[in-house]
Nanobody, 122 residues
Framework: QVHVVESGGGLVQAGGSLRLSCAAS????????MGWFRQAPGKEREFVAA????????YYADSVKGRFTISRDNAKNTVYLQMNSLKPEDTAVYYC???????????????WGQGTQVTVSS
């Protein structure tokens, strides 16, 4: 199965932006739907965004719609999450998710990388 590694997390002030990357190895990224989840301290892991294998369709949690954008570059075996207008409540560990279909990813039935920390200060 494909192995994914997240990067791009860090500390940013509220209102700022970050772009997360998820690089895949050991497989062809275009064979998988991809997504992002996040988990804040003391909370359950929650869905953030997903994208189909071709990139033709995207899905977002209501809490990030209009602020976050998921995209993919299959030639580079990489998926991105552009995060704008960040809020303190976006603070979490962000995980790249892999699944056979977007519905699998959205439902949390795929698998995840190790995560990258995003901290938004007020």
């Amino acid at each position: 199965q494909v192995h994914v590694v997240e990067s791009g997390g860090g500390l940013v002030q509220a209102g700022g932006s970050l772009r997360l990357s998820c690089a895949a190895s050991g497989g062809t990224l275009s064979s998988y739907a991809m997504g992002w989840f996040r988990q804040a301290p003391g909370k359950e892991r929650e869905f953030v965004a997903a994208i189909t294998r071709s990139g033709g369709s995207t899905y977002y949690a209501d809490s990030v719609k209009g602020r976050f954008t998921i995209s993919r570059d299959n030639a580079k075996n990489t998926v991105y999450l552009q995060m704008n207008s960040l809020k303190p409540e976006d603070t979490a560990v962000y995980y790249c998710a892999v699944g056979g279909a977007a519905s699998t990813v959205v439902a949390g039935r795929g698998y995840w990388g190790q995560g990258t920390q995003v901290t938004v200060s007020s």
